[in-house]
C-alpha cells in the first residue's frame, strides 16, 4: 500500500521518537528501524529522511558527529536537551491527532434519537 | 566493503550530481549499507551494487541536496546577520576609499569589530557548542586569538601604542595553540574528527572560501587603483586566515585510513613549520627584511613543492600530473622570488627575473588556473593564496 502522502507530514515526529528511544542513530539505521517496526509496510526514501534530519539539526534538535566505521564515516544523531523536549510535545501531539482522525473515520454510531417520535 | 568497492559508491553519487562533502560522506554510508544488505542475502558485490544504483529514483541525490541546502539556507541565524553586516561595512569602506570619502577606516574597523562580534556570537549561539564540550577550550582559545588579531588591526589603522604587543602575542599564541592542535589531530584523528572546531570546518568552508574571495578581490582592486595601505590591511586578514583555515583543513587528511602513512608525519610537520612562517612575519615590528622575505617566500615554496608532491605521488586525481606540475611551476616562481629578493637582490639577474615574476603573464596564467581547476581544493587555495602574496607584494619593498 502507498502511505507516502500520509507518511510526510510525520517523519520528524517518527525520527524524534526514535531518538528517544536509543542514545544515537544513523540514516541507514533510522530507516531500517522504521522499516522494522512498521512490519515492512513504511520505506523512508533517502529524498524523505535527510532533509528531515538537516532541518532537525539545524534547528537545534539534533546533534551530529562522525565516526570511521568500516573504512568509512557514519554521522550519529542524538538528541539535545531541546529535541528531548520537541519530541515529548510532538509524540503527544501526533497521538491525539490519530485519535482525533480515528474518530472521524469511524462509521456513525446509529443514534437511539432518530427512533424518538 | 573495501575501499575500492566504497569509492564505486563515492563515483556512483558525484556522478548523480551530489557534491556537498558532509551529505556525501553521509549518502555514502548509507548506500553501502543499502548494499551490504543485499550483500548479506547471498549477492556478490557487483550485483548488489547494480540492485541498489537501481532502486535510487532518476535524480534523487539531486533533489535531496537542493531541498537539504533550502533547508539550511532558510535558518538565519545571528552569526550569520552579523557575518552580512561586516561584510557590507567591507564592501561600504572600500567604496569610500576609492571615492575618497572620508570615514573608511572608521567603516574599516566597524567591519573588523563585527567579525569579532560575529565570532563570539558563533560560539555563544552555537547549540553544539552549548550542548557539547569537544575541543571547546581549544576553539574559545583560538577566537580570542583571532579577535586580538582582529584588534591589532583596529589598533594599526588608528596609530594607538600597543599594537605591536597585540599583534605579537595573537601571532604567537595562535601559532602554538594551532600547532598543539594539529600535533593532537595527528595523534588522535578519530577524536579530532568530532570535535566543534572539524564540525565548523566542515559546514562553514564553503562560506570561508566565499570571504577569501572576497578579501582578494577587494584588496586587489584597492591596490590596482590606488595602491593603497587599506589594500594591506586586506591581505593581511586575507593570509592569516586563509593559512588558518587551510591549516586546519590538512588536519582532515590525518582522518584519512586509505592515505599512506608515511605521508602523514610530513605533512604535519610541514604544515606547522609553512603556518609559522606565514604568521611570524605579520609581527610588523619584530621581523624585518631579509627575515620577512626568507620566511614568507620559503613559506610559499615549501606549501607549493608539498602540494605538487602530493599530486603526483599520493592523489587518485586523473588530472594529478598537470596538477602536480602546476604546482611546481608556482613553486619555481615563490623560489626564484625569494632568490631574487635575498641572495641576488640589487643585481641586474635578480631585477630580470623580478620582472618575469611579476609580469602580466604570470598574474593571468596563474588566474586561468584557478579558474580552470577551481573545483581542486588543495591546489584551488595554492594558487588563491600565492596569487594574492604576488598582487600584494607587487612594487612594494621589503617583501
Redesign the interface.
Known amino acids: 500500500m502507498e502511505y507516502s502522502e500520509y507518511i510526510r507530514g510525520t517523519i520528524k515526529t517518527l525520527v524524534l521518537k526514535l531518538l528517544t528511544e536509543k542514545e544515537k542513530m544513523y540514516g541507514y539505521e533510522i530507516s531500517a528501524r522504521v522499516k522494522e517496526l512498521s512490519g515492512e509496510e513504511i520505506e523512508l526514501t533517502y529524498g524523505a529522511l535527510y532533509p528531515i534530519l538537516y532541518k532537525l539539526e539545524a534547528d537545534g534538535l539534533l546533534m551530529a558527529e562522525s565516526e570511521v566505521v568500516e573504512n568509512r564515516a557514519r554521522k550519529y544523531y542524538s538528541l539535545t536537551k531541546k529535541g528531548k523536549e520537541v519530541a515529548r510535545e510532538k509524540v503527544s501531539e501526533l497521538g491525539k491527532f490519530i485519535e482525533i482522525i480515528k474518530t472521524i473515520l469511524q462509521p456513525p454510531k446509529a443514534s437511539l434519537e432518530i427512533y424518538v417520535p | ?3 575500492e568497492e ?1 569509492d564505486r559508491v563515492r563515483q556512483l553519487l558525484t556522478g548523480m550530481g551530489l557534491s556537498d562533502p558532509s ?1 556525501q ?6 548506500v ?3 548494499v551490504e544488505n543485499y550483500m548479506a542475502q547471498g549477492m556478490g558485490f557487483e550485483e548488489a551494487f547494480e540492485k541498489t544504483k537501481n532502486d ?2 532518476k535524480n ?2 539531486r ?2 541536496q537542493k ?2 541546502m533550502e ?2 539556507n532558510k ?1 538565519i541565524r545571528l552569526t550569520t546577520v552579523f557575518t552580512y553586516l561586516s561584510f557590507f561595512m567591507l564592501v561600504l569602506a572600500t567604496a569610500f576609499k576609492l571615492m575618497r570619502f572620508p570615514g573608511a577606516g572608521h567603516l574599516l574597523m566597524a567591519s573588523f569589530v563585527g567579525l569579532a562580534i560575529t565570532l563570539l556570537s558563533g560560539l555563544v549561539t552555537h ?2 557548542i552549548r ?2 564540550g569537544r575541543g571547546r577550550v581549544a576553539l574559545f582559545a583560538l577566537s580570542v586569538s583571532v579577535i586580538l588579531f582582529l584588534t591589532s588591526l583596529c589598533f594599526q589603522l588608528l596609530h594607538l601604542p600597543g599594537m605591536s604587543f597585540l599583534r605579537g602575542f595573537s601571532v604567537i599564541s595562535s601559532i602554538l595553540i594551532l600547532s598543539g592542535y594539529a600535533v593532537y589531530s595527528y595523534l588522535f584523528p ?1 577524536k579530532v ?2 570535535h566543534l572546531i572539524m564540525d565548523y570546518i566542515r559546514k562553514e568552508s564553503q562560506g570561508i572560501e566565499k570571504s577569501l574571495i572576497i578579501l582578494f578581490v577587494f584588496g586587489t582592486s584597492l591596490k590596482l587603483w590606488q595602491n593603497d595601505f587599506i589594500s594591506v590591511v586586506f591581505f593581511m586578514m586575507l593570509f592569516s586566515f586563509g593559512s588558518l583555515f587551510y591549516f586546519i583543513c590538512t588536519w582532515q587528511y590525518y ?1 584519512m ?2 592515505a599512506e602513512s608515511i605521508s602523514k608525519p610530513g605533512a604535519l610537520v610541514i604544515s606547522i613549520i609553512a603556518y609559522a612562517m606565514i604568521m611570524l612575519p605579520s609581527m610588523v615590528n619584530y621581523i624585518d627584511v631579509p627575515l620577512r622575505i626568507l620566511l614568507v617566500w620559503g613559506a610559499y615554496t615549501l606549501v607549493a613543492a608539498t602540494v605538487a608532491v602530493y599530486y603526483f605521488r599520493h592523489s587518485s586525481e586523473n588530472l594529478r600530473v598537470v596538477l602536480g606540475f602546476l604546482s611546481l611551476l608556482v613553486a619555481v616562481l615563490c623560489g626564484a622570488n625569494l632568490l631574487m629578493k635575498s641572495v641576488w637582490a640589487g643585481t641586474a639577474v635578480g631585477e630580470f627575473y623580478l620582472g618575469m615574476v611579476y609580469s602580466p603573464f604570470v598574474y593571468v596564467g596563474l588566474f586561468i588556473a584557478l579558474i580552470l581547476f577551481f573545483k581542486k581544493p588543495a591546489f584551488r587555495a595554492l594558487v588563491l593564496m600565492s596569487l594574492a602574496m604576488l598582487v600584494h607584494t607587487y612594487h612594494l619593498p621589503g617583501i
Do not use: G, N, Y
Not at chain 2, 25 to 30: P, Q, R, S
Open positions: 566493503m573495501t575501499q566504497i551529505l560522506k553521509e549518502l555514502i554510508d548509507h553501502c549499507c543499502d535510487i529514483p534523487q541525490f533533489q535531496i531541498e537539504t533547508v539550511l535558518k547549540p553544539l550542548e557539547r578519530v574528527e568530532r582522518q585510513k586509505h
